[in-house]
């Protein structure tokens, strides 16, 4: 069905070009597709990055959608994945009160059934890290909140795909894995 939307994982490998990242939005934007997360960084391949980008739309708008993408001429390949054929995780940290640490012995009890980690502890606040799904994210959130939570940020989504992108094929250099 043309209008069924699901959730995209789209992975674009490109070079590092000045405003790029611009012209690629410029594409989602214009397509009336919302970005629900990204994230760029270095990819397996040296001076290669890669942009993770998740969409909720048809499959038949992000077919279209990757085909404009990979008109870029910085642009290498560019794919698009359902959660299924990906692994995929966030990652979230939680500043909170050290009142809350030291007072509330509950508190040490959701970080640990959370498998959450304590990064760092001063006088004023902590710093707890949590990786998983962003319902795992979302879950620890609501468990802090009443705890004094001075500031949340949650990565974008981090993910490699089940099955070969093959983007060293593209480039001519070994098979990926």
């Not at 500043?95 to 508190?107: A, C, M, R």
Request: glycine share 2%; aromatic share 10%.
């Amino acid at each position: 069905m043309k209008d069924l939307k699901t959730t995209f994982t789209v992975s674009i490998y490109t070079e590092n070009n000045l405003g790029l990242l611009n012209r690629i939005s410029a594409i989602f934007l214009k397509r009336h597709i919302n970005i629900d997360s990204l994230t760029t960084s270095q990819s397996e391949i040296k001076d290669i990055f890669r942009f993770v980008i998740v969409v909720n739309a048809s499959e038949f708008m992000i077919k279209r959608l990757v085909k404009q993408i990979e008109k870029q001429i910085e642009v290498i390949a560019s794919f698009y994945h359902t959660d299924d054929q990906t692994i995929f995780l966030e990652t979230a940290l939680y500043k909170v009160k050290s009142k809350s640490l030291f007072d509330e012995k509950h508190i040490q009890k959701i970080i640990k059934n959370s498998q959450a980690n304590i990064v760092t502890v001063s006088p004023n606040y902590f710093v707890i890290e949590k990786t998983g799904w962003r319902e795992d994210t979302e879950k620890l959130y609501n468990e802090l909140e009443p705890y004094g939570l001075l500031q949340f940020v949650r990565s974008g989504r981090i993910s490699v795909s089940k099955e070969p992108m093959n983007i060293s094929n593209i480039l001519g250099l070994n098979s990926d894995k």
